[in-house]
């Protein structure tokens, strides 16, 4: 015998997932400005002038591929300074505070930047680019290359 009574399910809200999405990021935006606060304060503190982060992500998978400090304390070790920034994780819609390692701090904020400005950036032929720290100007300059598989028909009646 089979049962006829059962209801399908509500299914995916996808205003629901839009507004979240959006509050998510607009959190995102409220804490940024604070948090290049506290690095940049941090980097100029250990005589840093920029630091160059590159990224790399293809087939689902992404990474960040290295930090490369430059300026009078250029050698200073990132994971030895620490710094304390602002984070919202998606669908948590709060504000949490951690105290990372600049490092970290840096990789972090790379990894929220690129999530807010290109989502799915690692995903099929991927992306890969740089981050610009300028402790100088104050400023995160992104350069993304997005790697585009293209097909074209060309079609011949003879």
């Not at 490369?68 to 819609?93: F, M, P």
Request: proline share 1%; glycine share 8%.
């Amino acid at each position: 015998m089979t049962d006829d009574t059962s209801t399908p399910g509500t299914g995916f809200d996808s205003a629901c997932w839009l507004l979240r999405d959006q509050e998510f990021i607009r959190l995102c935006k409220s804490t940024l400005s604070e948090n290049k606060t506290a690095l940049f304060d941090a980097l100029a503190t250990a005589g840093i002038d920029t630091v160059e982060v590159t990224f790399n992500g293809h087939a689902d998978e992404g990474q960040i591929d290295g930090a490369v400090a430059d300026g009078e304390g250029a050698d200073t070790d990132l994971q030895s300074i620490h710094v304390e920034i602002a984070r919202v994780e998606w669908g948590n819609q709060i504000i949490t505070r951690q105290t990372l390692a600049v490092k970290d701090a840096i990789e972090k904020l790379v990894h929220d930047l690129l999530e807010q400005t290109y989502s799915g950036w690692e995903n099929n032929q991927g992306a890969y680019g740089d981050f610009l720290f300028d402790v100088v100007e104050r400023s995160i300059t992104l350069n993304f290359n997005e790697r585009i598989e293209t097909s074209e028909l060309t079609q011949h009646v003879f």
